[in-house]
Nanobody
Framework: QVQLVESGGGLVLAGGSLTLSCAAS????????MGWFRQSPGKERQFVAG????????YYADSVKGRFSISRDNAKNTVYLQMNNLKPEDTAVYYC?????????????????WGQGTQVTVSS
């Protein structure tokens, strides 16, 4: 299993942007599909965005479509989440996750490894 470390969280005003990074180690990164999830206080962790290991197909939760963009750099073993036009309801701890040779994976249980999370706070 890979080890994942997120970074890039912080405090931002509504309408602003942040880019999260997730660095992977301990595996062949290019063989892993990657996902971003988030969890707000008192709520279940929810899917945000995913990118397949083969072909780089991306997919998103409806709540972030058109505002967030997931990408990966296999040479740097890193997956990114570009977040634009942030809203207070985007406030959460953001987690990246990996799945070996995954497909389109929306559910937590489908992923093999998780990072520790990074806090994103959007102030109005």
């Amino acid at each position: 299993q890979v080890q994942l470390v997120e970074s890039g969280g912080g405090l931002v005003l509504a309408g602003g942007s942040l880019t999260l990074s997730c660095a992977a180690s301990g595996g062949t990164f290019s063989s892993y599909s990657m996902g971003w999830f988030r969890q707000s206080p008192g709520k279940e962790r929810q899917f945000v965005a995913g990118i397949r290991w083969y072909g780089g197909t991306t997919y998103y939760a409806d709540s972030v479509k058109g505002r967030f963009s997931i990408s990966r750099d296999n040479a740097k073993n890193t997956v990114y989440l570009q977040m634009n036009n942030l809203k207070p309801e985007d406030t959460a701890v953001y987690y990246c996750a990996s799945k070996f040779r995954g497909g389109t994976n929306y559910q937590e249980y489908e992923y093999d490894s998780w990072g520790q999370g990074t806090q994103v706070t959007v102030s109005s």
